[in-house]
């Protein structure tokens, strides 16, 4: 039974890595702004993973309440994902476009 609660009380962070994961994914995609990657230039798919970065925020944050789950790493990494994801991707995709 233990085994199964710390599945649920890790639920969430899973949730909030996804967000990270997202967040820095768009920072490389901002680096190269306008390098071609599929049909979509590198700022188009910046712009997709900082939205889905909003999604996955979304559903951590739902997730740790309806779960109950919280937890003090699963705050500080929530907050690390939310600074990378919200503050540094858009930062570094300003700057690239504006050169």
């Not at 639920?11 to 049909?39: R, W």
Request: charged share 10%; glycine share 8%.
């Amino acid at each position: 039974m233990n085994i199964l609660k710390a599945i649920k009380n890790n639920i969430p962070n899973a949730i909030t890595c996804m967000n990270l994961l997202s967040g820095s994914i768009a920072c490389l995609f901002a680096m190269n702004s306008f390098k071609h990657v599929g049909m979509l230039l590198g700022y188009q798919w910046a712009f997709i993973f900082i939205g889905a970065a909003a999604v996955f925020d979304f559903c951590d944050g739902f997730a740790a309440r309806l779960l109950h789950a919280g937890s003090a790493i699963g705050k500080e990494l929530d907050s690390l994902s939310d600074s990378v994801s919200f503050g540094l991707a858009p930062a570094i995709l300003v700057i690239a476009l504006m050169q």
